[in-house]
């Protein structure tokens, strides 16, 4: 007999973005080993990204509870501005106008932990019906949003029903919300919030190990599962030009300029680079980064593309001859890993990756042989790394020779979150 698990989270499809992901994947897996798994989703949310492709990768048969929200970004309508904002798109506090600075103070001390604080009472009232009528065994939380999580703490405390809360960032380290100008008083109550929720759940799934490390300092029983590829290698012709490809949202804060100073020394230096050169950029690129970019000799190699569905992207990454991987410059974005980045390692294609010190990244890329890392401040290196990877483009013999894959499957990873269910 299947175990009955109830997940609760806020994205589904059709939100687009890697989140909505991880779950919808597990649940794939689920029913072979064991487990019967209900979705608790939001009915028709306002989501900032939205991919009808990811519908076809939901499993058929599956118990999807859907329940009302209430989104404030809705009564603003399709405004660019603030959905760039929703996106992730939130200035250092330096770069912040005065009425910026105003906007992210509300939006970080009004709404705590997040937008989605209300739909926490409505939801726990609903659940707490549901899970006592339909047997259910086990609640899982998946946030960001972390308000998520507070439904978690709420259902735990009424029901004292098993809780696993899964983490893909750091919360309080969390950098976007390091630049909402929080007054004390604001970070106790998510400290209180974060802690709250660490020491009730009877799990905490984190997606990195830095994260499960500082996670360790504050609760027990926490568990390391990271996203992972669930696509098969499609049979794909290679670019024919030196195709240089990010998939994913580029910021300002997400803009190494030693990247863009070595690409122009190869084209300076190096015979026939400009010429071979294609650079893509696959997902939502700010128009600050763009301004930036106009001025650089090779900007007729640049390709904007904009947001395309999960399916399309691997397409694009699957045809690369090489793949960008850009973090932000800093100590809070070390702590999550994003998600994209282990379909670039199913792709079987080399990875150039540039973030900040001691990224998991980089630790991963070592271990699967599938790239190199390097820092903010590493130009010469980058050059190199470039340039090796465009003489054995020019050679026929750009391919690599990817180990220790298997473990970053979907498959695999369900198996070790099957594990965790099973042993509460």
């Known amino acids: 007999m299947r175990k009955k698990v109830l997940i609760i989270s806020y994205y589904w499809p059709p939100a687009g973005g890697p989140g909505v992901q991880r779950w919808m994947k597990f649940a794939k897996y689920f029913p072979e080993n ?81 937008m989605k604080i ?22 899982i939380t998946t946030g960001p949003p972390h308000s998520i999580h507070l439904i978690g703490l709420d259902l ?30 604001t970070k106790k109550i998510h400290k209180k919030y974060r802690d709250g929720v660490l020491n009730n759940a009877d799990a905490i799934i984190t997606t990195s190990k830095k994260l499960k490390i500082y996670f360790d300092t504050i609760s027990k029983n926490n568990f390391k599962v990271t996203n992972g590829y669930d696509y098969f290698r499609k ?30 020394k190869l084209c300076i ?42 399916e399309k992207t691997i397409d694009y990454v699957c045809r690369s001859q090489l ?42 890329l070592n271990k699967t042989n599938t790239g190199d890392f390097y820092n903010y401040k590493e130009l010469d290196l980058v050059y190199n790394y470039i340039l090796e990877s465009y003489n054995k483009f020019k050679m026929g013999s750009n391919i690599i020779s990817p180990i220790n894959l298997e473990k970053y499957s979907r498959k695999e990873l369900t198996k070790d979150m099957v594990k965790i269910i099973n042993s509460l």
Not at 126 to 136: D, E, G, M, R, T
């Open 323 to 364: 793949l960008l991987m850009i973090e932000v410059n800093d100590i809070e974005s070390s702590y999550a890993v994003p998600g994209k980045f282990y379909d670039y390692l199913n792709s079987n294609r080399p990875i150039l990756a540039i973030g900040p010190n001691n990224s998991e990244v980089s630790s991963i």
């Open 34 to 114: 064991g487990i019967e798994p209900t979705f608790f989703v939001p009915d028709k949310p306002n989501y900032p990204v939205y991919d009808y492709s990811l519908n076809n990768h939901i499993i058929k048969d599956l118990n999807i509870i859907r329940h009302p929200i209430f989104e404030l970004s809705s009564i603003f309508g399709n405004n660019k501005y603030l959905n760039n904002i929703r996106k992730g798109n939130v200035k250092n506090k330096i770069n912040q106008s005065f009425f910026q600075k105003m906007l992210f103070f509300l939006r970080g001390n009004l709404f705590i932990p997040d």
């Open 118 to 139: 209300f739909w926490r009472k409505t939801s726990v009232n609903f659940l707490k019906k549901y899970i006592i009528k339909n047997s259910i065994e086990t609640i």
């Open 156 to 185: 735990k405390n009424k029901l004292n029903i098993k809780w696993i809360a899964d983490f893909r960032d750091p919360w309080l380290k969390l950098n976007y919300l390091q630049r909402f100008h929080l007054l004390k008083y």
């Open 269 to 310: 230096n190096i015979s026939g680079f400009i010429n071979d050169l294609k650079l893509n950029f696959v997902g939502n690129v700010d128009q600050e980064f763009k301004n930036n970019l106009k001025s650089k000799i090779f900007a007729k190699c640049i390709n904007y593309y904009g947001y395309v569905d999960y």
């Open 235 to 264: 049979d794909i012709k290679l670019d024919k030009q030196f195709s240089i490809s990010h998939v994913g949202s580029i910021y300002p804060d997400r803009n190494p300029k030693i990247l863009w100073l070595a690409i122009e």
